[in-house]
């Protein structure tokens, strides 16, 4: 999402076969976090991004979604935190506020 509640900036969907696909990576959160990564290399650079939105489906293998831990260190490992929502904090440092949000859906 864009900063200041602008509209969606992306949506996707990706289909993998259950036989030839490596599964522990697929429901890894790394995975998760790699696929945020290339959307926000293709952002515009005046673009922030302020949340993640990762649907699930009941039935389906269960993804391990990033907690925000995870995500903060990824973004400074891979040195993303100009192109990701920050507020100040004490000392003149800086806090990450990306959301990670997990609606719940049935079926």
Do not use: W
């Amino acid at each position: 999402m864009a900063e200041e509640g602008q509209k969606e900036l992306t949506r996707g969907e990706m289909t993998f076969n259950l036989e030839t696909a490596n599964l522990d990576y697929l429901t890894h959160s790394q995975f998760i976090l790699g696929i945020v990564e290339t959307v926000i290399l293709r952002l515009n650079q005046q673009c922030v991004l302020d949340r993640i939105e990762i649907d699930q489906s009941a039935n389906r293998l269960k993804l391990q979604i990033p907690n925000i831990s995870e995500l903060r260190s990824y973004i400074q490992t891979h040195h993303l935190l100009t192109h990701v929502a920050q507020s100040a904090v004490a000392n003149g440092h800086s806090a990450i506020t990306v959301s990670i949000s997990t609606p719940f859906k049935l079926g």
